[in-house]
């Protein structure tokens, strides 16, 4: 009993002692609540800095002039309209976390406050005479003016679902759900989802990440095929999401009547994959999946990969194009 109150003791003190230090420094960081991007939050040498990083390890994706390309613009208006909603934390979170795409985690803090500073001065944004921290707590602090904070939204009722916000942008949506559940489709040209499974030799060995490790077998290869069917039918208004974008940061264009048709066809080829799935027939299956793959072809000749636009631009796989016709 006497231990146990005496190592409660000790921790409480240990506890004082926490709130105390982290008392101090919030009262540290409340000194610079009121900042916002427009109060001189860094420095001119610090924006040279950053544009010597940027112009090695963003230009190439993102443009010499930060307009955008392969990624999106990460300057002007719908740049500031998206990220100035959030602290500045934000931005710098996903640059440090995710950028550059292909080798995330590789810029110190010290970079990333550096790059954001010349992403601010490139906004016009004036310079002040202190450095942008790298430092989380103080990056909270600084938001943008006010205009452009969130309006506040009424609470959705069922008849406006259709207006929920966007979660990511197109390619994620074509990745995350209609990629693995057309995957499920075409599988079903070559294997009979009612043929009995049977564990490859070795299979337990598969290392790296595999989504089907988990719960491959929970429903029958007739129901991977139901569902996945219903999902891609199920999926098509998500292309129609107001506010959604591209990889590369224009606006999905929702209002076109050709991409409207091909969100259509998605969902009818949906439908009609569900039906011949219901027949339990693999040879049906496999008709139908071909009416899935004219869909996702149809929009991708279009609006992903039109072969004029592939030939015609400079990088071969063309993103900074994708989106429009
Ligand atoms: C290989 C190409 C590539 C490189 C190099 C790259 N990016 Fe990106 N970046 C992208 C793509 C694609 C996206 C959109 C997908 C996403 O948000 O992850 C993106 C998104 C972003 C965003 C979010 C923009 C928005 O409006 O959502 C920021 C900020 C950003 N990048 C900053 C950087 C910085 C800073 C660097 C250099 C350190 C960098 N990127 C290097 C391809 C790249
Ligand atoms: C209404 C038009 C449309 C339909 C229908 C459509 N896609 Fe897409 N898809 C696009 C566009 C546009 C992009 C490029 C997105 C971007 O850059 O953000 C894309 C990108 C993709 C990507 C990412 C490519 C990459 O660079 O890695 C995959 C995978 C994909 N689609 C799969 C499919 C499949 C599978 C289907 C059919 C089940 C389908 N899509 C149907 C328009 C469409």
């Known amino acids: 009993m006497r231990f146990s109150f005496k190592r409660s003791g000790k921790t409480l003190t ?74 500045l934390s934000e931005l710098a979170n996903k640059i440090k976390a995710t950028m550059p795409q292909k080798e995330p985690g590789t810029l110190t803090g010290q ?51 259709s207006s929920f916000p966007p ?18 489709v075409f599988t079903a040209q070559t294997v009979d989802p009612g043929a009995p499974r049977v564990v490859p030799e070795g299979a337990d060995r598969v290392s790296g990440f595999n989504w089907v490790i988990w719960s491959s077998d929970i429903y029958t290869g007739w129901e991977f095929i139901d569902y996945a069917a219903v999902s891609l039918a199920e999926s098509a208004p998500l292309m129609l999401t107001p506010g959604r974008r591209c990889e590369n940061g224009k606006p999905v264009p929702i209002d076109d009547p050709d991409w409207i048709k091909f969100t259509m066809e998605l969902a009818e080829a949906g439908k009609a994959v569900y ?45 900074a194009a994708r989106c429009t016709k």
């Open 275 to 319: 039906k011949a799935s219901q027949t339990r027939n693999q040879e049906t299956v496999s008709d139908a999946s071909n009416q899935l793959n004219d869909a996702c072809f149809n929009c991708h000749e279009v609006y992903r990969d039109h072969p004029e636009r592939v030939m015609r631009a400079e990088d071969p796989s063309n993103k």
């Open 14 to 87: 240990f506890v004082a002692l926490i709130a105390a230090i982290a008392g101090s420094s919030t009262l540290a960081v409340r000194a610079q609540q009121s900042q916002t991007v427009t109060q001189g939050v860094y420095t001119q040498q610090q924006a040279v800095r950053g544009q010597t990083i940027y112009m090695e390890r963003c230009s190439s994706c993102h443009s010499e002039s930060l307009a955008g390309g392969l990624g999106p613009p990460l300057t002007g208006d719908d740049f500031i309209q998206y990220w100035g909603k959030e602290p």
């Open 167 to 184: 979660a990511g942008n197109l390619t994620q949506v074509m990745r995350g759900i209609l990629f693995p559940s057309s995957n499920i």
């Open 111 to 161: 970079q990333t406050a550096d790059i954001v500073a010349y992403m601010l001065q490139t906004g016009k944004l004036s310079p002040g005479r202190i450095e942008l921290s790298a430092d989380e707590a103080v990056l909270k602090q600084i938001t943008w003016p006010a205009g452009n904070a969130a309006p506040a939204k009424p609470p959705l009722s069922a008849g406006q679902i």
